[in-house]
């Protein structure tokens, strides 16, 4: 899987949007952008994934630049749950081939802190 | 809904025993992980198989064995236990290997002394 750049942390405020950005600048064409994020204590748990165009769910919004260059997480109304890591990682869609390592990789991610 | 269940939660071990941490899932999944993740990083993988009977080695697989005889179990196999090995295990589920979602369990929390 291809590496991303987060930052390390960020901070906001409750009941503000927040913008967590993500790149990926070797991002191949086949790369699918996942979303993660891992409350304290817990799994990770999926947020959002997409390959060309912006996406919404229920959770958040998914920016991804025209060049697929990078991403931006965009959480609309921040709560106090939402204080967690959140990893962007790139997934390849590729068949098992017998060899090397499958899943995601997952770096440090983004430490979100919500302020009251 | 169970999804991925991981037992034990909680577990010590003195250096040199060994332990099998247990994995199963009821959604069907064909893919199945064990990542173990150390204070303030990521988790890293350490053994995936694709279905039953096939498993094959991920990032930090040594000092760790694994096997799938069924489509719902996944076990991690933990020979000869290291202070190295003390850290956080998920196990984590998805259908196939495309942009699936992929669903993890609440951890296990091993220490070695």
């Known amino acids: 899987d291809a590496k991303t750049t987060q930052p390390n942390s960020m901070e906001s405020n409750e009941e503000e949007p927040v913008h967590l950005p993500c790149n990926h600048s070797?991002?191949?064409?086949?790369?699918?952008i996942h979303w993660y994020r891992q409350l304290p204590s817990q799994g990770p748990e999926y947020v959002i994934h997409?390959?060309?165009s912006n996406v919404n769910n229920r959770m958040a919004s998914l920016a991804i630049a025209e060049d697929r260059k990078s991403s931006t997480l965009i959480l609309h109304r921040a709560t106090l749950r939402d204080a967690a890591v959140y990893y962007c990682?790139?997934?390849?869609?590729?068949?098992?081939?017998?060899?090397?390592?499958?899943?995601?990789?997952f770096g440090k991610g983004t430490h979100l802190i919500i302020q009251p | 809904n169970a999804g991925v269940t991981q037992t034990p939660k909680f577990r010590i071990l003195k250096i040199g025993q060994s332990m099998t941490l247990q994995c199963t899932q009821d959604?069907?999944?064909?893919?199945m992980y064990w990542y173990r993740q150390d204070p303030g990083m990521g988790l890293k993988l350490i053994y995936y198989?694709?279905?039953?009977?096939?498993?094959d080695k991920g990032e930090v697989p040594n000092g760790y064995n694994v096997s799938r005889s069924t489509t719902e179990d996944f076990p991690l196999r933990l020979e000869l236990a290291a202070p190295s090995q003390t850290s956080v295990y998920f196990c984590?589920?998805?259908?196939?290997?495309?942009?699936?979602?992929?669903?993890f369990g609440e951890g296990s929390w091993l220490t070695v002394v």
């Open positions: 990682i790139l997934r390849a869609t590729l068949l098992y081939s017998g060899g090397g390592a499958d899943g995601l990789t």
């Open positions: 070797t991002i191949s064409g086949t790369d699918y």
């Open positions: 959604m069907n999944h064909n893919y």
């Open positions: 997409g390959l060309t």
């Open positions: 984590a589920s998805n259908k196939d290997s495309s942009g699936n979602t992929i669903y």
């Open positions: 198989s694709v279905g039953a009977g096939i498993t």
